[in-house]
T-cell receptor, first 117, second 111 residues
């Protein structure tokens, strides 16, 4: 149990285009999901907390207009990188916790590798 | 969230126990200690968590000192597939579980 999936697993796009990444909890419902970004040889950096039915909460320094988060249902959150540039190339990872309060162990998706040309 | 300190790297012989230390001297009373690992180019994998008592599951054991300022993750019989970066994280169990990752320990299991 507690499986989180991401789609796509990798994507290559041209500079200036937008890319949408999906995060799904396959066997549980998640009121709260989290989005992380990881650059090569670095640790995971929390970008934002995605709340079902309400606005996401962004960490300091993360541009909310550039990284659009939508948590439309209890099993799906999406991250859209708008007007992507090469510096947005990174490994994007989501996580989710079972339960309606998010007060349980987080499980992570396999990640999406974004390359912006 | 509690700041954690881990050695940047460790080696372990295959079949031997791997003991990964973590200092979390600023951890608060209601913060759990979580351990995750990340194998190259994959999402982090949950290993174990605890509050005060020692914990054991099918993957590992977690030993937390009485003052809760440090803990040790024990992989009892390390295999080559346990080569990964191991993260020790202090997190709030009851507030949405926001986890802040440090640099972790890169464990290399060698034949």
């Amino acid at each position: 149990g507690a499986v989180v999936s991401q789609h796509p697993s990798w994507v290559i796009c041209k500079s200036g285009t937008s890319v949408k990444i999906e995060c799904r909890s396959l066997d549980f419902q998640a009121t709260t999901m989290f989005w992380y970004r990881q650059f090569p040889k670095q640790s995971l950096m929390l970008m934002a907390t995605s709340n079902e039915g309400s606005k996401a909460t962004y960490e300091q320094g993360v541009e909310k207009d550039k990284f659009l988060i939508n948590h439309a249902s209890l099993t799906l959150s999406t991250l859209t990188v708008t007007s992507a540039h090469p510096e947005d190339s990174s490994f994007y990872i989501c996580s989710a916790a079972p339960g309606t309060s998010g007060s349980d162990t987080q499980y992570f998706g396999p990640g999406t590798r974004l390359t912006v040309l | 969230d509690a700041k954690t300190t881990q050695p940047p790297s460790m080696d372990c012989a295959e079949g031997r126990a791997a003991n990964l230390p973590c200092n979390h001297s600023t951890i608060s009373g209601n913060e759990y200690v979580y351990w995750y690992r990340q194998i190259h180019s994959q999402g982090p994998q949950y290993i174990i968590h605890g509050l005060k008592n020692n914990e054991t599951n099918e993957m590992a054991s977690l030993i937390i000192t009485e003052d809760r300022k440090s803990s040790t993750l024990i992989l009892p019989h390390a295999t080559l597939r346990d080569t990964a970066v191991y993260y020790c994280i202090g997190g709030l169990y009851n507030q949405g579980g926001k986890l802040i990752f440090g640099q972790g320990t890169e464990l290399s299991v060698k034949p």
